[in-house]
T-cell receptor, first 116, second 114 residues
Framework: EPEVTQTPSHQVTQMGQEVILRCVPI?????FYWYRQILGQKVEFLVS????????KSEIFDDQFSVERPDGSNFTLKIRSTKLEDSAMYFC??????????????FGPGTRLTVL | AQSVTQLDSQVPVFEEAPVELRCNYSSSVSVYLFWYVQYPNQGLQLLLKYLSGSTLVKGINGFEAEFNKSQTSFHLRKPSVHISDTAEYFCAVTRSGGSYIPTFGRGTSLIVHP
């Protein structure tokens, strides 16, 4: 069964450094998403992406963050100048149909980002 | 704005017993409702969703949920749980039109004891 994959599974970085989290969505999916989950807290939506553009973004997704689909398979989340509070699990998701909220999203296993 | 409240942070239950995980939401507009399960070291997996129509929604792994508009609830139930159902369960809500941005609850940890 096709699945969303994410690399690395765990990323440790120093405060102020840039990190890139990578995701490979399911191959025929067209809509991509990033979420984060700070330890012990709720899952939070960051951004959705379609046709090489951001569709929607939350208040969390400020200028520190950017997303990109650099090729036909990868979908990346870049965090510039990381802060301690960026430490979280970051989940990528993809969906096929683009029915917005009605879509079924398929989630990857997550990347745990630790900022020291 | 919308919000989701999962009333129980942890629900312990014995194997083969029934379980209900509670979810209440608030929203000024029509909503879609979702339940996700997260097994250890895995991403979220959709259990079921309510978009419209019948208020009783059946999902995977024998779970079902009932949408109650008057009580603004979407409780998740299973008549007989297994050890393998031990996981974190998240309720989520989105607007049914326009902006997609979902709001998740804090999660309920279901712990099934033998």
């Amino acid at each position: 069964e096709p699945e969303v994959t994410q690399t690395p599974s765990h990323q440790v970085t120093q405060m102020g450094q840039e990190v890139i989290l990578r995701c490979v969505p399911i191959s025929n999916h067209l809509y991509f998403y990033w979420y984060r989950q700070i330890l012990g807290q709720k899952v939070e939506f960051l951004v959705s992406f379609y046709n090489n553009e951001i569709s929607e973004k939350s208040e969390i997704f400020d200028d520190q963050f950017s997303v990109e689909r650099p090729d036909g398979s990868n979908f990346t989340l870049k965090i510039r100048s990381t802060k301690l509070e960026d430490s979280a699990m970051y989940f990528c998701a993809s969906s096929e149909l683009g029915q917005g909220a009605a879509d079924t999203q398929y989630f990857g296993p997550g990347t745990r980002l630790t900022v020291l | 704005a919308q919000s989701v409240t999962q009333l129980d942070s942890q629900v312990p239950v014995f194997e083969e017993a029934p379980v209900e995980l509670r979810c209440n939401y608030s929203s000024s507009v029509s909503v879609y409702l979702f339940w996700y399960v997260q097994y250890p070291n895995q991403g979220l997996q959709l259990l079921l969703k309510y978009l419209s129509g019948s208020t009783l929604v059946k999902g995977i792994n024998g779970f079902e949920a009932e949408f109650n508009k008057s009580q603004t609830s979407f409780h998740l139930r299973k008549p007989s749980v297994h050890i393998s159902d031990t996981a974190e369960y998240f309720c989520a809500v989105t607007r049914s039109g326009g902006s997609y941005i979902p709001t998740f609850g804090r999660g309920t940890s279901l712990i099934v004891h033998p």
